[in-house]
T-cell receptor, first 114, second 109 residues
C-alpha cells in the first residue's frame, strides 16, 4: 500500500484554467504539507495543515487554495493557472506531535501550463 | 531565516568508491536533520534522521553525521554502487522543514 498517494501524476493544461491535485495518506499522520519543486530542484513549502487546520501559509498567490476535509487528505486547488505555475508539486506528511519523525512524500504531480 | 546549502551540486564517481556529501545550515536551533534520496520522476525517500541531540546515524552503507554547533552534516556512502545514483537532499527541521538544493550523484559502473 502506498503511504502517501497523490493524483494525478501528470497534469497538462492551458493558461487560465482551474485544476486540482489530490493527496491522501494512510500512515495515521496528523500533519500534511504541499511543496513546490522548481526546475532547479529547489523544494519550497507552500502549506502545512495539522488536524485539518492551516498551520503554515507561505507567500503563495491566493490562486492556490488548500483544502483538508480530514486529517488523511489535503487537496490543492489552483485557479487561473499561469505559465510560472509549471513545476512538480509534492504532498508530504508526518506526525507533528513527534518532532523526530521522518517526513514521507508522495511521488509528485508534474504540472505543465501551456 | 534558515538557509541550507549542499556542496557539491553534482558528483560523479566510479563504482566502489567511498564518498561524502556535505550539507551546511545557518541556524543551529533545529529539531533534527534528515537526508533524503530522490530518483528521477519520483518523490523523496527519507534515508536517515538525526535528532539534534545525536551525532550520527547509520543504515547499511550509509552514515550521517551532525555537528550542530558548526551547522554541518555529512552523508558518507561506502562502496558506492550504480544503484546509488540519485539526487540527495538534506533538510533541517525547525518551525518547518528547510531543504538544500541537493547533490546529484552518478556512480559509474
Amino acid at each position: 500500500d502506498t503511504a502517501v498517494s497523490q493524483t494525478p501524476k501528470y497534469l497538462v493544461t492551458q493558461m487560465g484554467n482551474d485544476k486540482s491535485i489530490k493527496c491522501e495518506q494512510n500512515l495515521g499522520h496528523d500533519t500534511m504539507y504541499w511543496y513546490k519543486q522548481d526546475s532547479k530542484k529547489f523544494l519550497k513549502i507552500m502549506f502545512s495543515y495539522n488536524n485539518k487546520e492551516l498551520i503554515i501559509n507561505e507567500t503563495v498567490p491566493n490562486r492556490f487554495s488548500p483544502k483538508s476535509p480530514d486529517k488523511a487528505h489535503l487537496n490543492l486547488h489552483i485557479n487561473s493557472l499561469e505559465l510560472g505555475d509549471s513545476a512538480v508539486y509534492f504532498c508530504a506528511s508526518n506526525s507533528e506531535n513527534s518532532r523526530n519523525e521522518k517526513l514521507f512524500f508522495g511521488s509528485g504531480t508534474q504540472l505543465s501550463v501551456l | 531565516k534558515q538557509e541550507v546549502t549542499q556542496i557539491p551540486a553534482a558528483l560523479s564517481v566510479p563504482e566502489g568508491e567511498n564518498l561524502v556529501l556535505n550539507c551546511s545550515f545557518t541556524d543551529s536551533a533545529i529539531y533534527n536533520l534528515q537526508w533524503f534520496r530522490q530518483d528521477p520522476g519520483k518523490g523523496l525517500t527519507s534515508l536517515l534522521l538525526i535528532q539534534s541531540s545525536q551525532r550520527e546515524q547509520t543504515s547499511g552503507r550509509l552514515n550521517a553525521s551532525l555537528d550542530k554547533s558548526s551547522g554541518r552534516s555529512t552523508l558518507y556512502i561506502a562502496a558506492s554502487q550504480p544503484g546509488d545514483s540519485a539526487t540527495y537532499l538534506c533538510a533541517v527541521s525547525g518551525n518547518q522543514f528547510y531543504f538544500g538544493t541537493g547533490t546529484s550523484l552518478t556512480v559509474i559502473p
